[in-house]
């Protein structure tokens, strides 16, 4: 360890809540995210009144379903009083709305910050599928790419399956890793996601399935593209001190990883086998005496399926290279396995809650209020990333 | 090149014409510090190795390697006939200069990380400016 003084430590999560999960509920984005919001209030034995801080990813931003709420739009429906509050968009992954909280309950700024992610990505596209909410859409032709959209949308790469595809190929290419490894982050979450009652895709998945599915963006089949879903997740973070008595055991930030040391981009990162996590993944263990072996559950981050696969890499559980043979036929990553994995079948299966969904899940087994799908423990140290490409965070959770 | 492609195009700017328009010429190009030689893409107004602004685009030579690429099979907007390939090409003038591209005449089982390519232009007219698309094609 290389840093003395971990301020994420005095920092929690003491509660976690998630609102209806569905494609396309056709229900006001808002009111999904203040279901989320209030159960996670009540989940931590709060009411709105404690609340005195609110962070969000994104914000009130973006392409059609892509938020479902600001954070002023909540702030006002619950007329929070806040001592801090912050959006946005350019930070270490969806999570990192999670880290801003945990430095705010830190410095002293707020004691219980709500956090949330909203999305009714579903809804948006309607019956007409992912075009729909394309940039430019609907535009008749005019539209004119600008930003970084124009250095891939004039060459027909549009989607983040594209751009990760060509991470993932580069990956097959140096260190051998086959379509039949990368097929066990699919088949693994969805053999959890039978188990998730809120899950999108509960129906069996065999390895011939995969194998047969139509491609996407090779290597990227349909199985290995999380499923677009209406929902909303959020969490309450507070100080440890505040959040002794509460309901839950607290679930102590032991140490967070958001650096960005590559260039900030999908196609210019230095190393195209790995992304920004393997950066935030080097950083987090600097700032921790635990061991990868220490972790007893992961929650990784799979908008496509390559991207877990990178992040087991970049946090150690196996080495550089090394993430196809280490997940090849899912015994490791089983629920009863050495590291149980995306237990609650991942954005895969269990729908796209953009990142929040990895942590609310970390938090209901380390609780062991899981249901069917519990560990074994439950859990008492466990690992969770969130995001690909460009923007990437992740944390170690510690059950105080 | 006939029979182009539905394609969205790129808004021209200052700071981005010469590199979509080169293709009028035959030339792909990128800005360059002409203070310590640094090749610079995306544009950006500051070198990012020495700091200065003294900079201009300069042609290169148009070949380089496949860096990584996908066979695209989805209809994700108008575009070229399913499948098309999207690639990263890094060109031979410095390392990591990368950009991503479509790769065309190319079978796709020859496909592979690291063959030689090199640019051709993809001609688009348009009321606000013609767009030449830099493409590559397998090549020397």
């Known amino acids: 360890m290389t840093v003395t003084e971990i301020l994420e430590r005095r920092a929690c999560v003491s509660g976690v809540g998630q609102s209806d999960i569905g494609r396309r509920l056709y229900r006001d984005p808002l009111e999904l995210t203040l279901d989320a919001c209030l159960a996670a209030i009540e989940d931590a034995g709060l009411t709105v009144a404690d609340i005195d801080g609110l962070s969000t990813y994104p914000g009130n931003f973006g392409p059609a379903g892509f938020s479902g709420a600001g954070a002023y739009e909540v702030i006002d429906a619950l007329r929070l009083n806040c001592g801090w509050y912050d959006s946005g968009l350019e930070t270490s992954g969806q999570l990192g709305s999670v880290f801003k909280a945990a430095m705010a309950v830190a410095t002293g700024l707020a004691n219980h910050v709500v956090c949330f992610r909203s999305v009714w990505e579903a809804s948006a596209q309607g019956d007409k599928g992912r075009a729909a909410v394309m940039p430019g859409a609907g535009s008749s032709g005019s539209f004119k790419a600008a930003g970084f959209l124009q250095w891939n949308l004039p060459f027909s790469a549009p989607s983040a399956a594209v751009w990760i595809a060509m991470f993932a190929q580069a990956h097959f290419h140096r260190y051998g890793t086959t379509r039949e490894q990368l097929a066990w982050i699919a088949l693994n979450g969805r053999r959890n996601a039978q188990l998730n009652p809120k899950a999108i895709y509960r129906d069996p998945m065999t390895l011939d399935d995969y194998m047969s599915a139509r491609m996407i963006s090779t290597p990227f089949c349909l199985y290995d593209c999380d499923a677009p879903c209406d929902g909303a997740t959020a969490f309450v973070i507070s100080r440890v001190d505040r959040a002794r008595d509460l309901r839950h055991p607290p679930l102590r930030f032991e140490a967070i990883g958001a650096a960005l040391r590559g260039r900030p981009s999908w196609d210019q990162f230095d190393d195209l086998t790995t992304m920004a996590n393997r950066d935030a993944a080097q950083q987090l263990w600097t700032r921790t005496d635990l061991k990868p072996s220490d972790v007893q559950m992961a929650q990784c981050y799979d908008g496509f399926s390559f991207i877990t696969l990178s992040w087991l890499e970049s946090l150690g559980f196996c080495g550089v290279g090394e993430g196809g043979p280490f997940i090849e036929g899912g015994e490791r990553i089983a629920r009863d396995g050495s590291l149980p994995l995306n237990t609650h079948g991942g954005q895969l299966s269990a729908g796209r809650l953009h990142g929040y969904g990895f942590l609310h899940e970390a938090a209901v087994q380390m609780w062991g209020v899981a249901g069917e799908r519990q560990v074994a423990g439950p859990p008492e140290v466990a690992a969770v990333a969130a995001g690909g490409g460009n923007t990437c965070g992740c944390m170690l959770l510690v059950r105080d | ?140």
């Not at chain 2, 099979?73 to 991503?100: C, F, K, N, S």
């Open chain 2, 1 to 140: 090149m006939a029979d182009a492609p539905f394609r969205v195009l790129p808004k021209l700017t200052d700071a981005n014409r010469d590199f979509w328009t080169g293709g009028a010429d035959g030339e792909l190009r990128f800005w360059r510090c002409q203070d310590c030689g640094f090749y610079i893409h995306p544009p950006q107004p500051i070198c990012p190795r020495c700091l200065s602004k003294h900079m201009k685009t300069e042609a290169v030579s148009g070949r380089g390697a496949l860096a990584s690429f996908t066979i695209n099979h989805q209809a994700w907007m108008p575009g070229p006939d399913l499948p098309y390939v999207v690639g990263i090409v890094e060109l031979v003038e410095q390392e990591a200069l990368r950009l991503t591209t479509n790769i065309v005449n190319c079978p796709h089982d020859a496909l592979a990380i690291g063959m030689p390519v090199r640019v051709v232009f993809e001609h688009h007219e348009d009321p606000e400016g013609d767009v030449y698309l830099p493409l590559f094609e397998p090549g020397a």
